[in-house]
C-alpha cells in the first residue's frame, strides 16, 4: 500500500479501535503502519464469488428484498486473509497486547480494503458489499451462502456458531445494477448506536454533519 492508500484506510482503523471522533496520534499512527507492512508480508487474500441472474430463495425476505430491489442480478462473495494472519494476530496477544490490538484491527480494514479493490475488477454497476449481521439480517444466511459458492475452497469455514475460520474472513451479497448506498435504515443497533452517539457513521470516515 502507498501513503495514499494507508491514509485513506486509518480512520476505519480508528473506528475498529473505538476512537470514535477521537483525533489520530502520532504513536498509534506508526504503529498502524507498521501492522500494515507487516500484514501486506503475511497476508494471503483470498476472493471466491458466483453471480446469479436469479435471485436464491434465502434472500426473499426483508432486508434483503429492499436492498436488491431494482438490482438485475445478485452477487454472493466470500474473502479471507488466510491463516497465517490469524496465527500472527493469536502470536501477538501472547507476546505484545498493545500492537495485537491494532494488528486485529488494522487486519478487519486491510480486509475490507482489498476486497473493495477486487470488486472493482467485477464490474462498474455494482452496490456495495452487505454481509449477514447487517441491517437486521442474521449470520445464520451465512450457512446458504456457504452451500451455494463453498468458500472452503479457498479456506474459510463455518462452524456451528456461524463463525467462520480464519477468523478475518467475511462473506457477502452485492447488488448488480444497482447503485445503493449505505444508509442506518432498518440497523438493530440504531437506538444504541456508540457510532452515531460520536458523530459519526460505522461506514463513513468523515464526521456527520
Same mark, same amino acid.
Given at each position: 500500500?502507498?501513503?495514499?492508500d ?16 477521537v483525533?489520530?496520534?502520532? #504513536? $498509534? *499512527?506508526? =504503529? +498502524? ?9 503475511? !497476508?494471503?487474500?483470498n ?14 425476505k ?7 430491489q ?13 491463516? #497465517? $494472519? *490469524?496465527? =500472527? +494476530? ?9 500492537? !495485537?490490538?491494532v ?7 486491510y ?6 479493490g ?8 455494482l ?10 439480517s ?13 468458500p ?12 467462520m475460520?480464519?477468523?478475518?474472513s ?34 463513513e ?5
Open positions: 500500500m502507498n501513503y495514499s494507508i491514509e485513506k484506510i486509518k480512520p476505519q482503523i480508528y473506528k475498529y479501535l473505538g476512537f470514535y471522533g483525533e489520530a496520534n502520532e #504513536q $498509534t *499512527d506508526v =504503529l +498502524i503502519t507498521q501492522c500494515i507492512s507487516q500484514l501486506e508480508k503475511t !497476508a494471503q487474500f476472493y471466491i464469488y458466483n453471480s446469479y441472474g436469479k435471485t436464491p430463495d434465502f434472500l426473499r426483508e432486508p434483503y428484498i429492499d436492498f436488491l431494482g438490482a438485475g442480478g445478485v452477487i454472493l462473495c466470500a474473502m479471507t486473509l488466510g491463516i #497465517q $494472519t *490469524d496465527k =500472527l +494476530i493469536e502470536r501477538l496477544f501472547r507476546t505484545d497486547m498493545s500492537k !495485537a490490538v494488528i486485529d484491527a488494522t487486519a478487519s480494514a480486509l475490507e480494503y482489498l476486497s473493495d477486487y470488486e472493482k475488477t467485477l464490474g462498474d454497476d452496490s456495495f458489499r452487505f454481509c449477514p449481521g447487517y441491517g437486521g442474521t449470520v445464520e444466511d451465512l450457512k446458504y451462502i456457504f452451500e451455494l459458492i463453498h472452503e475452497k479457498i479456506g474459510i469455514t463455518l462452524n456451528k456458531s456461524n463463525f475460520l480464519p477468523a478475518k467475511m462473506a457477502g451479497i452485492i447488488a448488480i445494477g444497482k447503485k445503493s448506498r449505505k444508509s442506518c435504515k432498518g440497523c438493530i443497533m440504531l437506538k444504541n448506536c456508540k457510532f452515531l452517539n460520536g458523530g459519526t457513521k460505522c461506514y470516515q468523515t464526521q456527520v454533519k
